[in-house]
C-alpha cells in the first residue's frame, strides 16, 4: 500500500527555518516524481515544488515565489523526500502535503502544519 | 509556467442535477497530467481523476473527466448532497505544477 507520512511541522518564528519530511512506503520514491504541496488556513492549494525521479537526475523544481527560500531534496537510503525551508514569513503558514506521483496516479499525504508567528 | 483558470467560482445546484465545472489551461497541456480533486473542509484533497478521464480508485461512475489542451471539465452526472465541496484541478506533468483556484459546489 502506498503510504506518505509527512513531519516536523511546527510553530516557529518569522526568520526561522525549519525542515519538514515525507516518508515513502510501499514503493520506491527514486522511481517517481515527489512534489510538496501547501495550504494556507482558508486558501486554496498551492503548488510549492518538485523533484523528478532518478532517470531525470532528480531535477528540482520550485514555486517562482519561493525560489530562493525553498530546498526539496531527497534521501533515496530512507526513501524519504525533505523541504527545506528558510527565512520564514507570517504567510507561509500551512499545511504542508508531500505527493507522488506513480503512473500517472497522484497520492498525497495527511499533512503538517507549520505556523509562522512572532 | 502554466495557469490553470476553474469556473464558475461557485455553482449551484440541486441533488439530481448536472454539475459542469471547467479548467482552462494558459498553454496547451501535453502530456495529459490533468487530475481533479474534491476537498471537504478539514480533509485532505481526494483524488477523484488522474491523467484527464481516469476515475481514481473507488469513485463512482458519476464523475468522469474529458478534455484536451487547454480545456478540461469535470462532470458530475447526478448531483448528491456528500457532493458538496470544493473542487480543484491540479496540473503534474513534467512542467512545474499547478492549480486552479477551486470551485465550490453547494447543494440546495
Known amino acids: 500500500e502506498v503510504q506518505l507520512v509527512e513531519s516536523g511541522g511546527g510553530l516557529v518564528q518569522p526568520g526561522e527555518s525549519l525542515r519538514l519530511s515525507c516518508a515513502a512506503s510501499?514503493?520506491?520514491?527514486?522511481?517517481?516524481?515527489m512534489d510538496w504541496v501547501r495550504q494556507a488556513p482558508g486558501k486554496g492549494l498551492e503548488w510549492v515544488g518538485r523533484?523528478?525521479?532518478?532517470?531525470?537526475?532528480?531535477?528540482?523544481q520550485y514555486a517562482a515565489s519561493l525560489r530562493g527560500r525553498f530546498t526539496i531534496s531527497r534521501d533515496n537510503s530512507k526513501n524519504s523526500m525533505y523541504l527545506q525551508m528558510s527565512s520564514l514569513k507570517v504567510e507561509d503558514t500551512a499545511l504542508y502535503y508531500c505527493a507522488a506521483f506513480l503512473e500517472g496516479v497522484p497520492y498525497w499525504g495527511q499533512g503538517t502544519l507549520v505556523t509562522v508567528s512572532s | 509556467e502554466i495557469v490553470l483558470t476553474q469556473s464558475p467560482g461557485t455553482l449551484s445546484l440541486s441533488p439530481g442535477e448536472r454539475a459542469t465545472l471547467s479548467c482552462r489551461a494558459s498553454?496547451?497541456?501535453?502530456?495529459?497530467?490533468l487530475a481533479w480533486y474534491q476537498q471537504k473542509p478539514g480533509q485532505t484533497p481526494r483524488n477523484l481523476i488522474h491523467d484527464v478521464s481516469s476515475r481514481a480508485s473507488g469513485i463512482p461512475d458519476r464523475f468522469s473527466g474529458t478534455g484536451s489542451g487547454t480545456d478540461f471539465t469535470l462532470t458530475i452526472s447526478r448531483l448528491e448532497p456528500e457532493d458538496s465541496a470544493v473542487y480543484y484541478c491540479h496540473l503534474y506533468g513534467d512542467s512545474p505544477g499547478t492549480f486552479g483556484q477551486g470551485t465550490k459546489v453547494e447543494i440546495k
Open positions: 523533484t523528478k525521479h532518478k532517470p531525470s537526475n532528480y531535477v528540482t
Open positions: 498553454q496547451s497541456v501535453s502530456d495529459g497530467y
Open positions: 510501499g514503493f520506491t520514491s527514486s522511481d517517481h516524481f
